[in-house]
Nanobody
């Protein structure tokens, strides 16, 4: 079992920045991929970024590339999402999730944190 707890959401003006955190606990995560997803009202959940615990390889959705940065602190078992140059269309509930590297589906999800970007 893996427990994931997100924090760091809030209200920010367009052009501003926020940093989300996802604290993970439970089993060893060295062979996991940690992802960030988001879901805006009335829309489907969409992928934002992911990172591998072991090698730190990253991948981003085109919509956030160049503005968001995913990172991890292995000692703290925490994954971060630094969000810069925020736009109103980034408004959503942001979720972190984990899966084994060999799996496609994410198995564990956090409760989500709200990010609201005002214009």
């Amino acid at each position: 079992q893996v427990q994931l707890v997100e924090s760091g959401g809030g209200l920010v003006q367009a052009g501003g920045s926020l940093r989300l955190s996802c604290a993970a606990s439970g089993r060893t995560l060295s062979s996991d991929v940690m992802g960030w997803f988001r879901q805006a009202p009335g829309k489907e959940r969409e992928f934002v970024a992911h990172i591998t615990w072991s090698g730190g390889s990253t991948y981003y959705a085109d919509s956030v590339k160049g503005r968001f940065t995913i990172s991890r602190d292995n000692a703290k078992n925490t994954v971060y999402l630094q969000m810069n140059s925020l736009k109103p269309e980034d408004t959503a509930v942001y979720y972190c999730a984990s899966r084994k590297v060999v799996r496609i589906q994410y198995d564990y999800w956090g409760q989500g944190t709200q990010v609201t970007v005002s214009s």
